[in-house]
Nanobody, 118 residues
Framework: QVQLVESGGGLAQPGGSLRLSCAASGRIFNFYPMGWCRQAPGKQRELVADFTSGGITNYADSVKGRFTVSRDNAKNTLSLQMNNLNPEDTAVYYC????????????WGQGTQVTVSS
């Protein structure tokens, strides 16, 4: 079992910044893929950014150049630095990870709300 706890959401103005953090505990391994997804009201959950099991980062086109995902394997934490926020970034952000088994076990945090509004 893996537990994920997000923090750092809140209200930001357009053009502002927020930093999200995800603390992982339990049976977590550094080679597990790990990342962030978000879900806006009335929309499907979508990938924001993640690390593959090989340590490669992926970003949604909508956040490239504005968001940066980072991982501290020693502390089992995942962070998302979000800059130049716009109202379209408003969503609940979820941290997730999965095992490399077939099928994979997928774990989600409880989510943290990010609201971008003036």
């Amino acid at each position: 079992q893996v537990q994920l706890v997000e923090s750092g959401g809140g209200l930001a103005q357009p053009g502002g910044s927020l930093r999200l953090s995800c603390a992982a505990s339990g049976r977590i391994f550094n080679f597990y893929p790990m990342g962030w997804c978000r879900q806006a009201p009335g929309k499907q959950r979508e990938l924001v950014a993640d690390f593959t099991s090989g340590g490669i980062t992926n970003y949604a086109d909508s956040v490239k150049g504005r968001f940066t995902v980072s991982r501290d394997n020693a502390k089992n934490t995942l962070s998302l630095q979000m800059n130049n926020l716009n109202p379209e970034d408003t969503a609940v952000y979820y941290c997730n990870t999965r095992t490399l088994t077939v099928p994979p076990e997928i774990y989600w945090g409880q989510g943290t709300q990010v609201t971008v509004s003036s």
